[in-house]
C-alpha cells in the first residue's frame, strides 16, 4: 500500500537549491577568472587536479544524497507518528553534523594552508564543485522518487 505524501516542503527546498547552485555557478566563474589571471599557466593544472579530486568525492556525495533524499520522502509522509519524526529528525541532525564538518574542513584548511595561488585554487574549486555535486545529486535523486510515488 502506498504511502500518502506531500511534497510542498521538498518542492520548495528544491527551488532553495536551483537558486544555490545559480549563485555557486556564479562564484565558480568568477573565482576561475581571478584566478586564472593570477596563475597564468599553472591554471589549468589546478583545474584537472581539482576535477580528479571531485571524481574521487562523488560516490561519498552521492550516498549522502541518496540518504537524505529518503529521509526526506520518508519525512513528507502524512500522518507520521512522534516516534517516527524522532528518528527523522536525529538522522537529520547526523546528516547536518557531516555537512558542517566538510565546510569547517574547506575553511580551516584555507586558513591554515599557505598562500599560494595554485594551492588556494585547487581548494576553491574543489569545494565549489563538491556544494554543487551535492546539490545535483540531491535535487536528481529527489525529483526521480517524487515522480516514482506520485
Not at 547536518?96 to 576553491?124: C, E, G, M, N, Q
Request: hydrophobic fraction near 55%; aromatic fraction near 14%.
Amino acid at each position: 500500500m502506498a504511502v500518502a505524501s506531500d511534497f510542498k516542503k521538498l518542492k520548495k527546498l528544491l527551488t532553495i537549491h536551483l537558486v544555490i547552485q545559480a549563485v555557486l555557478v556564479a562564484l565558480l566563474v568568477w573565482t576561475s577568472w581571478l584566478f586564472q589571471q593570477k596563475l597564468g599557466n599553472l591554471f589549468l593544472n589546478g583545474v584537472i587536479f581539482s576535477l580528479v579530486v571531485q571524481m574521487g568525492l562523488f560516490f561519498p556525495i552521492k550516498n549522502l544524497t541518496l540518504r537524505e533524499v529518503n529521509r526526506e520522502i520518508a519525512s513528507s509522509a502524512l500522518g507520521l507518528t512522534p516516534a517516527d519524526l524522532q528518528a527523522i529528525r536525529r538522522k537529520r541532525v547526523f546528516a547536518d553534523i557531516i555537512k558542517s564538518s566538510i565546510f569547517l574542513f574547506f575553511f580551516i584548511f584555507v586558513y591554515t594552508v599557505p598562500a599560494k595561488p595554485i594551492i588556494l585554487a585547487i581548494t576553491y574549486f574543489t569545494f565549489i564543485l563538491t556544494c554543487l555535486s551535492y546539490f545535483q545529486c540531491f535535487n536528481f535523486a529527489a525529483r526521480r522518487e517524487m515522480q516514482l510515488r506520485s
